[in-house]
């Protein structure tokens, strides 16, 4: 399995991203997949997850900001970042889950500064 993100840049505070993850490869019975992020000097963190059939979950720090979707015939992820706050700086990472097996993308950058 093979996860290309996009979609990260340079955006000031209050201000949105939309990033993308398109799943390519062996992804027949493609599990849950997500975005996973890792700001400077830390431990890389949950920030949304979704499974095959919609179930979603948050990180308590990006509820009611981000909205994580998945389109299963694209075997594409998104996560729609709105009123972004300095603190959502980090590597954002795309995360999908096979038959136990865990599959990262290169991860995009997201950077919230004025």
């Known amino acids: 399995v093979q996860l290309v993100e996009s979609g990260g840049g340079l955006v000031q505070p209050g201000g949105s991203l939309r990033l993308s993850c398109a799943a390519s490869?062996?992804?027949?019975?493609?599990?849950?997949m997500g975005w996973y992020r890792q700001a400077p000097g830390k431990q890389r963190e949950l920030a949304a997850i979704?499974?095959?059939?919609?179930?979603?979950t948050y990180a308590d720090s990006v509820k009611g900001r981000f909205t994580i979707s998945r389109d299963n015939a694209k075997n594409t992820v998104y996560l729609q970042m709105n009123s972004l706050k300095p603190e959502d700086t980090a590597v954002y990472y795309c995360?999908?889950?096979?038959?136990?097996?865990?599959?990262w993308g290169k991860g995009t950058r997201v950077t919230v500064s004025s």
């Open positions: 979704i499974t095959s059939s919609g179930t979603t």
């Open positions: 490869g062996s992804i027949f019975r493609l599990g849950p």
């Open positions: 995360n999908a889950i096979k038959f136990g097996v865990d599959y």
